[in-house]
């Protein structure tokens, strides 16, 4: 986690998030590392719509019930492409 907080570069933050994701697979509950909140903050918050969207459901994962909430409201938005509505 504290390689998302002072990566600046979104194809590192992808490679971990990723990492993050594989190591979680097929698990619907796993406890929220320590300093999650933090980096999955700014991560949301990035540019990249893949490092916003793997942040948010790993979020998920680890329990963050405005993650969850915030893509439940993605996925009701028409608005919102198809794509990230489905991820």
Known sequence: VHALEVSTSAARQR???HGLAEGIQGRRS???????????GRLVASDDPEVRQTA????????DVAAAST??????DAAIDA???SS
């Open 56 to 63: 948010l459901a790993l979020s998920v994962v680890f329990g």
């Open 15 to 17: 490679d971990i998030l």
């Open 83 to 85: 794509a990230t509505r």
């Open 30 to 40: 796993v406890p929220m590392p320590d300093r999650w909140s933090a980096a999955a």
């Open 71 to 76: 893509l439940r409201g993605q996925a009701a």
